[in-house]
């Protein structure tokens, strides 16, 4: 069963920045994409970020030029840095995988609070 478990969130004051990791238990080679979704208070759960097995990324409108996902192959790791943080991104943030026919796993959360 494949594991994945976030780290690095934390109360951080707005303009400041955070780094997201998550740590899967096997390989993320095996994963067509890995992702970072958020979910605030009373929201629905939305994707801020995407990094596919080549590299590529996408990111949600409202974080592009802010947040920057990256993948370390070897580590099994997956990193979202945030910066320029704004109250609006307080939220938990889940590590997502994704492998075709349609598999996918989720992280536990790790809660990022913006406030002064």
């Known amino acids: 069963q494949v594991q994945l478990v976030e780290s690095g969130g934390g109360l951080v004051q707005p303009e400041g920045s955070l780094r997201l990791s998550c740590a899967a238990s096997g390989s993320i080679l095996s994963f067509n994409t890995m992702n970072w979704y958020r979910q605030a208070p009373g929201k629905e759960r939305e994707l801020d970020a995407g990094i596919i097995s080549s590299g590529s990324t996408n990111y949600a409108d409202s974080v592009k030029g802010r947040f920057t996902i990256s993948r370390d192959n070897v580590k099994n790791m997956v990193y979202l840095q945030m910066n320029s943080l704004k109250p609006a991104d307080t939220a938990v943030y889940y590590c997502?995988?994704?492998?075709?026919?349609?598999?996918?796993?989720w992280g536990q959360g790790t809660q990022v609070t913006v406030s002064l």
């Open positions: 997502h995988a994704w492998r075709i026919p349609n598999n996918y796993y």
